[in-house]
């Protein structure tokens, strides 16, 4: 069993005293364009986790399905929480589980908003700091991608609700995914860097930020396979030799 909410008190010490890998996915309630769900990077989180711990052990958390959505929280659905509640709940998640005794722990983030990276990353600083020291992993899928992207003919075109992410919803769970909305999308305009946005939706309607021309049944099986591949290896590594190369 990988799944932590299978698990006795009793197996889920003996795991950790092994020294296991705790996988802690976050996904987000964001809008992706008309072409599925809210909780595609629930989904997707929860996925790759639960492949990677298949693969190569390990233990998988219950999914988080709330996240920092800055860019899309006036669409309607998107639930965003503040950045300094989502450090609150990070880290007190973490400081939990490494109280009762983890001490390899991946948090998975299927939401590549960069503020969800960076509230993670401080949320778990003190506890990192702290004795007995950790080891902690911040991960997303965007860390593994480029080598598919390039295969597919997406370098730089590729982003939000586009054809490496709605490829892999549609190999995940295709019944969140409509097919029949996708919207025509051939490029990857810039957003804005510097501005402080009130609506930052609106520098891209349709809610796609990327294009959407290479969807397909092939693309999505690929990226996922690649994602789990990768990361299993990178946390193999870090067991292994207690740093990343």
């Given at each position: 069993?990988?799944r932590?909410?299978?698990?006795t008190?009793?197996?889920?010490?003996?795991?950790l005293?092994a020294?296991a890998?705790l996988?802690?996915?976050?996904?987000?309630?964001?809008t992706?364009?008309p072409n599925f769900g809210?909780?595609a990077?629930?989904?997707?989180?929860a996925?790759?986790?639960?492949a990677?711990?298949?693969?190569?052990?390990?233990l998988v958390a219950?999914?988080?399905?709330?996240?920092?959505?800055?860019?899309?929280r006036?669409?309607?659905?998107?639930?965003?929480?503040?950045v300094?509640?989502?450090?609150?709940?990070?880290?007190?998640v973490v400081a939990?589980?490494?109280?009762?005794?983890a001490?390899?722990?991946?948090?998975?983030?299927g939401h590549?908003?960069p503020?969800?990276f960076e509230?993670l990353?401080?949320g778990v600083l003190?506890?990192?700091?702290?004795?007995p020291?950790p080891?902690?992993?911040?991960?997303?899928?965007y860390?593994f991608?480029?080598p598919?992207?390039?295969?597919?003919?997406?370098?730089?075109?590729?982003?939000?609700?586009?054809?490496?992410?709605t490829?892999t919803l549609?190999?995940l769970?295709?019944s969140?995914?409509r097919?029949d909305?996708?919207p025509v999308?051939?490029?990857?305009?810039a957003l804005s860097?510097?501005?402080?946005?009130?609506?930052?939706?609106?520098?891209?309607?349709?809610?796609?930020?990327?294009?959407?021309s290479?969807?397909s049944?092939?693309?999505?099986p690929?990226?996922f396979?690649?994602?789990v591949?990768?990361f299993t290896?990178?946390?193999e590594w870090?067991r292994?030799?207690?740093r990343?190369?």
């Amino acid at each position: 069993m990988t799944r932590l909410g299978d698990l006795t008190k009793d197996e889920f010490a003996t795991a950790l005293q092994a020294g296991a890998w705790l996988l802690l996915p976050f996904g987000s309630m964001e809008t992706h364009g008309p072409n599925f769900g809210f909780g595609a990077d629930t989904i997707a989180a929860a996925h790759v986790c639960r492949a990677v711990t298949l693969r190569g052990g390990g233990l998988v958390a219950p999914t988080l399905p709330y996240g920092v959505c800055r860019t899309m929280r006036n669409r309607p659905g998107t639930v965003s929480l503040s950045v300094v509640t989502f450090i609150t709940v990070g880290r007190e998640v973490v400081a939990e589980y490494v109280r009762h005794g983890a001490r390899y722990l991946a948090l998975y983030s299927g939401h590549a908003e960069p503020a969800q990276f960076e509230a993670l990353r401080e949320g778990v600083l003190p506890i990192v700091d702290a004795e007995p020291r950790p080891t902690v992993l911040v991960v997303g899928p965007y860390a593994f991608l480029d080598p598919v992207r390039r295969d597919a003919e997406l370098g730089g075109r590729d982003g939000h609700a586009a054809s490496l992410e709605t490829s892999t919803l549609l190999a995940l769970d295709p019944s969140v995914v409509r097919v029949d909305r996708i919207p025509v999308v051939a490029d990857r305009p810039a957003l804005s860097r510097f501005p402080v946005l009130p609506r930052p939706e609106a520098e891209f309607p349709t809610g796609v930020h990327g294009d959407t021309s290479k969807v397909s049944a092939e693309l999505g099986p690929r990226a996922f396979d690649h994602v789990v591949g990768e990361f299993t290896r990178v946390l193999e590594w870090v067991r292994r030799e207690g740093r990343e190369w």
